[in-house]
């Protein structure tokens, strides 16, 4: 057999060490990070759930997910342990590094709009009206405009009521 034939094979070899090394890592490092769990430690759960570890047994652990309401879960559901500040800041809403005369950022954009009462009698109104002379383009359009003329015309000239027109009688 020849280097070229073979070559690959090696490098396919090569390609799936690599990533079980990597796999190998990583699940090292997350039984590393589980570990470190301790009672009172702030957890967040594969699922995106923020608890406070009450017990830890082999294969599992014991969370409070609120005040008074423990739940069981698989040491493998904990996708992170949290630091005592980074925990309070999420679940309790505390910024930590927040002192007094520092600038708060809103998290929507109301305070970048203003008061004015002139702001709020700025709206446009982007809805055509009937009576207006817009851009009417097309066969519709011109039809529109010339029934509009028409009728007007016949209003200005006509002193017959309505009814008679439409009999076809003459009241003169």
């Keep these: 057999m020849n280097i070229v034939t073979l070559l ?6 090569g390609a799936m060490f ?16 589980r570990d470190a769990m301790s009672p009172g ?3 967040r759960t594969i699922g995106g ?12 652990v014991l969370l409070e997910v609120a005040p ?17 500040e980074e925990y309070e800041r999420i679940v309790n809403g505390a910024p930590a590094d927040l002192e007094v005369g520092d600038t708060v950022v809103p998290d929507d954009a109301s305070s970048l709009t203003s008061d004015d009462d002139a702001a709020v009698g700025s709206k446009v109104d982007f809805e055509k009206s009937s009576d207006e002379d817009g851009d009417d383009s097309g066969a519709d359009g011109d039809a529109r405009r010339a029934a509009a003329d028409a009728k007007s015309e016949q209003a200005e000239g006509d002193d017959q009521p309505e009814d008679a027109k439409r009999k076809g009688t003459d009241s003169e």
């Design 8 to 13: 690959p094979f090696i490098v396919l070899i």
């Design 68 to 84: 008074g309401t423990h739940a069981l879960y698989a040491k493998n559901a904990v996708g992170a342990v949290l630091e005592e």
């Design 49 to 60: 759930m923020y608890a406070t570890v009450k017990e830890i047994r082999d294969d599992t």
């Design 18 to 33: 690599l990533m079980t090394r990597s796999a190998k890592n990583k699940q090292r490092q997350a039984a590393k990070m």
């Design 41 to 43: 430690t702030g957890v």
